[in-house]
């Protein structure tokens, strides 16, 4: 697949999944005790969690076609 494909894709999957993410991490939010140290928390680990996942992605979609295991001529 082509680079130029593949960040399209990407691009088009992680805007909708952030969104979707950012929603879902909000209404669980409403969900942790009113107790301000706890919802800290958890908004610390929310907005930092985020990143793992999308880091895969972007690796994903940087990744060079002509490097793929097997192919190392």
Do not use: C, H, T
């Amino acid at each position: 697949m082509s680079p130029r494909i593949k960040k399209l894709i990407g691009f088009l999957f992680f805007l909708p999944a952030l969104m979707l993410y950012f929603f879902a991490a909000a209404a669980l939010g409403e969900l942790v005790p009113n107790i301000q140290l706890l919802k800290a928390a958890y908004y610390l680990v929310a907005g930092i969690a985020w990143a793992f996942p999308a880091r895969l992605l972007m690796v994903w979609m940087e990744r060079d076609p002509s490097r793929a295991r097997g192919l190392d001529g």
